[in-house]
């Protein structure tokens, strides 16, 4: 096995001769150029964004899948996945160049022998600055190679890809590596004080709190509707919003959030959600995107700011019509400016940009 995730990267001398060919791959497809310069504008009152249509495109021969996972480094740069194999990560700058993509080279080294299982596992990715330094937590959904049961893991690693610690379906303990029972894990959180959350949320629907050294310090969950179980704990995240602390639970086929005590007491419920997928926080407010075709803004006491792009009811041919509405967001990520970028679990992943209006 490599130490790598993903040992061979590009960087942007690589897609130089592509450059001509950047618009090649703009979601949906088709777009005029008059259709591009239109402005879309989403959302109300203090929560209002415009969308940048030109934003997340990639070279000809590179294309997302289904769109998975967006986060934002301490550098302001956005990193995509998706399940493609090519490219499985995408990362841009600051500015919205595409600066880096990791590919399909890594899947033997990380123990598959064909490269679909990538686009078959990949799911979850959250970046946590420890001291300073950044690191990324990615979770693999499980897939069958033959007879072997593969993904069903989630690796910390740096963010060159060296993976640093691997919890779930592994050959044996050791001082980089731990089983867990993990059936199908889905997201991952860490809190300040670096106490690490993994939700099981395709598979057994338990929710696993380890320390920052990987001792596992409690386990709830379980299928059910009542309060402390889940159906689909698809997405997990340590709120500071208040003075303390709070653990926040995207149980989606429930269509709530379920609110914990960092040592997973349960605390409330927030009802009236279509399929929350995950939860990112950024200037005092809770942003959730929802698999039911829209995004919702909370603030710091759970109420309801805004609600982003409700598509509902909406088929993929009638997006090209309405770019400010939503189909499947499953991701979003703010940037250190407000931006607000939005990934969906579409084939195409349709990854975009919005920007704040002040």
């Known amino acids: 096995m490599s130490e790598y995730l993903y040992p061979v990267r590009r960087n942007r001398r690589d897609f130089l001769a592509a450059a001509g060919a950047m618009a090649a791959t703009v979601g949906l497809g088709g777009l005029s150029s008059a259709r591009e310069a239109e402005e879309t504008v989403l959302g109300e ?164 709190r380890f320390s920052k050294d990987f001792k596992k310090l409690a386990t709830i969950g379980g299928p059910g509707k009542e309060h402390g179980k889940f159906s689909t704990c698809h997405g997990v995240w340590v709120s500071t919003l208040r003075k303390d602390p709070e653990v926040y639970i995207a149980d989606r086929a429930n269509g709530r959030l379920e609110v914990f005590s960092p040592e997973l007491e349960y605390k409330r419920t927030i009802e009236g959600f279509r399929m929350p997928c995950c939860l990112y926080q950024q200037g005092g407010r809770l942003y959730v995107p929802e698999l039911g075709a829209r995004v919702s803004v909370l603030d710091e006491n759970d109420k309801l700011v805004s609600r982003l792009g409700d598509g509902e009811g909406l088929g993929d041919d009638d997006l090209k019509e309405h770019q400010g509405m939503f189909s499947k967001p499953h991701a979003l990520t703010l940037d250190s400016k407000g931006n607000l970028f939005v990934l969906e679990w579409l084939p195409h992943g349709r990854v975009r940009k919005f920007s704040p209006i002040s």
């Open 45 to 208: 009152g203090s929560c209002r964004f415009r969308l940048d249509n030109a934003w997340g495109k990639l070279p000809a021969g590179k294309k997302y899948g289904l769109g998975c996972a967006i986060v934002v480094d301490s550098q302001d740069r956005v990193i995509v996945t998706s399940r493609s194999n090519d490219p499985c990560v995408a990362i841009f700058d600051k500015t919205g160049k595409l600066v880096e993509t990791w590919a399909k080279d890594f899947a033997t080294k990380i123990g598959y022998d064909t490269t679909g299982q990538v686009s078959a596992t990949a799911h979850g990715l959250y970046l946590s600055n420890e001291g300073g330094t950044d690191f990324l937590y990615w979770t693999e959904n499980v897939a069958k190679q033959g007879d072997k049961r593969t993904g069903a893991r989630v690796y910390k690693t740096d963010m060159q890809g060296k993976v640093l610690y691997t919890l779930g379906n592994v050959a044996e303990d050791s001082a980089t590596t731990q089983k867990l029972d993990l059936t199908n894990p889905t997201d991952v959180a860490v809190a300040p004080n670096g106490d690490i959350y993994i939700v099981d949320g395709y598979g057994s629907q338990k929710v696993y």
